[in-house]
């Protein structure tokens, strides 16, 4: 069994930092690519971040410049560093993992989401 497993969030000023990690566990053989979403209440999931195996990584432009994806393989963990929080960043934050090759097969998995608040 694959489980996706997120931490990090919280209550942060504006203008503050998080760090999120997420830990996948169980007999993985491989991750193709991990990322971060988000989705606010009453929108979408959107895209924050993600990042491949062999880090390529890929921003939506409104976190450019301000968050930071990161990955450890060999631990198939992924980071994403938030500097510079926005309000309208308040969201719940869920972890990705892309093509997890686990027993045999590819699978598409998600954390059950960490919550982050940006508010004074």
């Known amino acids: 069994q694959v489980k996706l497993v997120e931490s990090g969030g919280g209550l942060v000023q504006p203008g503050g930092s998080l760090r999120l990690s997420c830990v996948a566990s169980g007999s993985i053989v491989s991750i193709y690519g991990m990322g971060w979403y988000r989705q606010a209440p009453g929108k979408q999931r959107e895209l924050v971040a993600t990042?491949?195996?062999?880090?390529?990584?890929n921003y939506a432009d409104a976190v450019k410049g301000r968050f930071t994806i990161s990955r450890d393989n060999a631990k198939n963990t992924v980071y994403l560093q938030m500097n510079s929080l926005k309000a309208e960043e308040t969201a719940v934050y869920y972890c990705n993992a892309d093509r997890l090759v686990f027993a045999g097969h590819q699978y598409n998995y998600w954390g059950q989401g960490t919550q982050v608040t940006v508010s004074s």
């Open positions: 990042v491949t195996s062999d880090g390529t990584t």
